[in-house]
């Protein structure tokens, strides 16, 4: 990537880290290849938004590269040539002292080369030096329906040189969530192993279903002549419909619990229960026969719920 990144996202350069992640996720979803097979441009864009992206949502690299210490694509940009004339006076005699240079061992210099070698994990190969080193992590995002994260799920990923990547999703995945696949990312030198991909994942909102901690929270609407009688209706869980018992007398608000029903976290941990929620519900139109029935029921029963509050 040779243009700027934030030019490449289309923010500027005071954007917060949320600013970034939401301008690429929106480019994402216009430029994916996967979801824009007719556009034969959308992989360039996609390539060049995540290279942007996997700048700058790194706090340290996107330092570097304000400061210019680093360019578009990462890489170390070259540090200003210097020339021994720079650093020794008009008769050629090196500067002494605070700021100057010492006068310097060429072969002590060469024998700290050597040992930097050493540590940097380089071997010595018929009498040649050859390096070796891990290849570095690459990192990756995904977007996950609320469903997919909670009962798992196989999905492919495409990666920025147009090859796929088989993500699978464990049950229980929460929003935020790195899954780390190890050796599928950069190669490694010499006979260093290749690097990771590590994929944080990013769960959309459901409808009706929220999370709270390994249990499913759902608010259920029910009829009044169900709230007063009592009745068994059908609820939704992730697994599907199921039949929940309303005790008579229900009030909105109300919890009831299904156990079991929630999400299946790793290791040995139970499963999380579904909390129902109650809410009563008037019909979208009063009739005669339900108004004369409540003016009738009124004049014979008192009752003040909010009797309590006044005192």
Not at 34 to 58: G, M, V, Y
Not at 212 to 223: Q, R, S, Y
């Given at each position: 990537?040779?243009?700027?990144?934030?030019?490449?996202?289309?923010?500027?350069?005071?954007?917060?880290a949320d600013e970034i992640k939401k301008a690429y996720r929106k480019i994402v979803r216009t430029s994916h290849p996967?979801?824009?097979?007719?556009?034969?441009?959308?992989?360039?864009?996609?390539?060049?938004?995540?290279?942007?992206?996997?700048?700058?949502?790194?706090?340290a690299q996107r330092a570097r590269y304000d400061k210019g210490e680093i360019d578009a694509s990462g890489a170390e940009r070259a540090p200003e040539r210097k020339f021994y004339r720079d650093y020794s006076g008009a008769d050629g005699a090196s500067r002494q002292g605070a700021g100057g240079f010492e006068?310097?061992?060429?072969?002590?210099?060469?024998?700290?080369?050597?040992?930097?070698?050493?540590?940097?994990g380089q071997s010595h190969d018929r009498g040649d030096w050859a390096f070796n080193a891990p290849g570095p992590?690459?990192?990756?995002?995904?977007?996950?329906?609320?469903?997919?994260a909670a009962k798992g799920a196989q999905k492919r990923i495409t990666l920025p040189d147009g090859q796929s990547l088989d993500v699978k999703i464990p049950t229980g995945t929460a929003d935020g969530q790195t899954i780390r696949l190890r050796g599928k990312g950069g190669e490694g030198m010499g006979e260093g192993p290749n690097g990771d991909a590590l994929v944080t994942l990013s769960v959309r909102p459901h409808k009706i279903f929220?999370?709270?901690?390994?249990?499913?929270?759902?608010?259920?609407?029910?009829?009044?002549?169900e709230a007063v009688l009592g009745g068994k209706v059908q609820t939704p869980t992730i697994d599907g419909p199921v039949s929940l018992t309303i005790p008579a007398g229900a009030s909105s608000g109300q919890i009831l619990r299904l156990r079991g029903?929630?999400?299946?976290p790793g290791g040995k941990k139970p499963r999380g229960d579904q909390r129902v929620e109650l809410r009563i519900v008037t019909p979208p139109k009063i009739d005669d026969a339900l108004k004369d029935f409540m003016e009738s029921w009124r004049e014979t029963h008192s009752h003040d719920p909010r009797k309590e509050m006044m005192s």
């Open positions: 990537m040779s243009r700027d990144p934030y030019e490449v996202l289309g923010v500027a350069k005071t954007a917060t996967d979801l824009n097979p007719d556009d034969p441009d959308a992989q360039s864009r996609f390539i060049e938004a995540t290279e942007a992206h996997d700048l700058l949502k790194d706090p006068d310097f061992d060429t072969a002590s210099i060469f024998e700290e080369i050597l040992r930097q070698r050493g540590r940097g992590d690459r990192r990756y995002q995904l977007e996950l329906d609320f469903l997919e929220r999370r709270e901690g390994n249990d499913i929270v759902l608010t259920l609407p029910i009829t009044i002549d029903r929630g999400v299946q």
